[in-house]
T-cell receptor, first 115, second 114 residues
Framework: NAGVTQTPKFQVLKTGQSMTLQCAQD?????MSWYRQDPGMGLRLIHY???????DQGEVPNGYNVSRSTTEDFPLRLLSAAPSQTSVYFC??????????????FGPGTRLTVT | AQSVTQLDSQVPVFEEAPVELRCNYS??????LFWYVQYPNQGLQLLLK??????LVESINGFEAEFNKSQTSFHLRKPSVHISDTAEYFC????????????FGAGTTVTVRA
């Protein structure tokens, strides 16, 4: 298993540009989520999904869109990039439901800089 | 509202010395607790978790954490650290239901020196 994969690893955008961060998992996990990591703030939940066709907002959703058309993929779209979106983005996945281990598996991250 | 507080942002420690990383949470309901580790330029890996049962949980690489419900704490300890333990450590809490949504603390950077 490849686990959780993310592309690209690094990206530089100009203010106002749009782009999609890709996330895929091959573990048949129902739950997938996107976090952003900023110094001194830990990880904050952007959006999450509990299955194909179901998404919901997390703590910091503004400026981001998601969709979940398949179990495997959960892309994150930046509609109009702003310098405040400079961050490291992590995708994670896990099983859901009672009796599970609740361990979330994280991808390697995408480092995004908006100038 | 639930929250997670890691009381130390930076912890320098000498090799073979003990280390304790403190984590407190606030919640009016029962929670699940986790410690994740992030090595430089990598993603997060689960270190250990408390779901129920024994309040002392251990990892395979010598870390342990104790859940204290009355103090709402989940402190992480290791009796003797190695250079390879240099990393950032995150305490995380999931609030039922559903348990898969995590709230993270701000992180504690552990730097182990020879």
């Amino acid at each position: 298993n490849a686990g959780v994969t993310q592309t690209p690893k690094f990206q530089v955008l100009k203010t106002g540009q749009s782009m999609t961060l890709q996330c895929a998992q091959d573990m048949n996990h129902e739950y997938m989520s996107w976090y952003r990591q900023d110094p001194g703030m830990g990880l904050r939940l952007i959006h999450y999904s509990v299955g194909a066709g179901i998404t919901d907002q997390g703590e910091v959703p503004n400026g981001y869109n998601v969709s979940r058309s398949t179990t495997e993929d959960f892309p994150l779209r930046l509609l109009s990039a702003a310098p405040s979106q400079t961050s490291v983005y992590f995708c994670a996945s896990s099983l859901r439901g009672t009796g599970r281990s609740y361990e979330q598996y994280f991808g390697p991250g995408t480092r995004l800089t908006v100038t | 509202a639930q929250s997670v507080t890691q009381l130390d942002s930076q912890v320098p420690v000498f090799e073979e010395a003990p280390v304790e990383l403190r984590c407190n949470y606030s919640s009016s309901v029962s929670v699940y607790l986790f410690w994740y580790v992030q090595y430089p330029n990598q993603g997060l890996q689960l270190l250990l978790k408390y779901l129920s049962g024994s309040t002392l949980v251990e990892s395979i690489n010598g870390f342990e954490a104790e859940f204290n419900k009355s103090q709402t704490s989940f402190h992480l300890r290791k009796p003797s650290v190695h250079i390879s333990d240099t990393a950032e450590y995150f305490c995380a809490v999931s609030f039922p239901p559903p348990h898969y949504k995590l709230s993270f603390g701000a992180g504690t950077t552990v730097t182990v020196r020879a």
